[in-house]
């Protein structure tokens, strides 16, 4: 049987991740897990091994593209992918989203196809 | 408001001497003897507003002087005046291309250039009334522009989640059971209640400020209205489990005030001090006797009632904007929500009776907000504030 995609949720807002959740849980393909800060997200890669994170950008503490810059520097999750989610859709944010390592860009508010799209589009290098 | 400094620069002793007493009066002045002084006094708090600068001079002529003012920027603003008895040709241009604002020719006639730099003056201070009004109307255009986008970040998440559940609910009404229908339901109805209560706060604003809020001024006991408030609050805290802590005296105490609109800064005061509060903590909500201004003349009779939490606390610098409407404290952006309007709010309701409110950290963390209101008798000894609430 074919293994599902380990997919983390970082968000400090309880209503997105919980949209999040609702999105993936029901498409039976998704392993999911969510926290509410960059640093909650750094403290749980090595256990969880996420294939790929939702990454909310604007968060108290540490925010998105400081978290993506940590993980893309860090050899071991080379592998893993990162879509940025971001509530406003100005292009410097999508331009330092990519500058920070991230694979996707996903602004708010987005569908569940759209969300679903883009995770495919990251997932087959996974495998590759 | 404080005398205009004016600098003399002047080589002849005589006529500096001259020059002091005829202006001493009216401004404050310094002497300079000669151009290097001149620019060390020029650049020296308190700056002159003016300088009366003499053209003819041992080293360094006036028309340098005026040069190196010009291009310094700490002097670059400051009014010049030559004056001199060089009948150069050409030598009143040069020095107004300096960028002088006037060119006096000797011997001087007092009282014309008096009236000279009286109006130069004025000229200067309506400038700099305008200046400041454009730079106040700047920073409250920029809070504005501030306010819309968090409103509309505000805004943005509960809408984002109606559109998804109920996007949920026409996708999968068929393949999921009834319990998850109406757990979408639920969602929807919940943010819609959050956005209805962004829009009440706005909506109230929005009146608080046009003045047309109107007050239905009782008297009521306080205590009882902050016990109702509280109660409200009872099972919100226990979930979070945080303590809550009344502490009022036996006797009622008896205030003037909207029981609904008093009602609500507490309700705001207690709902922020809960976001703000950890697990474990208390919040100790305490009602008592008290007197308008404690340390100053104003002794008039008040009730005083204090929330006082064991959270973060209020940045310093955020202390005294905190309850401007549209500034919102720096650890509530990041993360605990709100409009930045709740404080905004209170703070109007509270003016408008007549009472006080303020913020500070407390010593072993958290902070404390307070109100003071006046009581009946505190507001009728004010003949100019009676009764209306407005």
Known sequence: ?128 | MSKDHILVVEDNETNRVYLNLLLEDTYKVSLAENGAQALQIAAAHPRPQLILLDIVMPEMDGYEVCRRLKENPKTRDILVIFFTSLLEKGGEYKGLSLGAIDYIAKPVQPELLRLRIKQHLELLHAREELRKALEKEHQANLAKSEFLANMSHEMRTPMHAILSYANFGLRRIDKVPRQKLAEYFQEIRDSGERLTLLLNDLLDLAKLEAGSMSYAMEEHNLTGTIKEAVSEFKAVAEEKGIQLILKAPEKPLIGFFDEARIGQVVRNLLSNALKFTDSGKIITIEVAQDVLAPHGPDTKPALRFGVCDQGMGIPPTEIETIFDKFIQSSATKSGAGGTGLGLAICNQIIQAHHGKIWAKNNKNGGATFTVLLPTRAGISEDPDKSGSGR
Do not use: H, W
Request: glycine share 6%; aromatic share 6%.
């Open chain 1, 1 to 128: 049987m074919e293994q599902k995609t380990k997919v983390l949720i970082v968000d400090d807002e309880q209503t997105n991740i919980k949209i999040l959740l609702e999105i993936l849980e029901f498409e039976d393909e998704y392993m999911t897990t969510s926290v509410t800060s960059g640093e909650e997200c750094l403290a749980i890669l090595p256990e969880f091994k996420p294939d790929v994170i939702l990454l909310d950008i604007m968060m108290p503490g540490m925010d998105g593209y400081e978290v993506c810059r940590r993980i893309k520097n860090s050899p071991e999750y080379e592998a893993t992918k990162i879509i940025m989610l971001s509530g406003r859709a100005m292009q410097n944010e999508i331009d330092n989203g990519f500058s920070a390592g991230a694979d996707q860009y996903l602004s708010k508010p987005f569908g569940m196809d759209e969300l679903l799209e883009v995770l495919k589009s990251v997932e087959p290098c996974r495998q590759a």
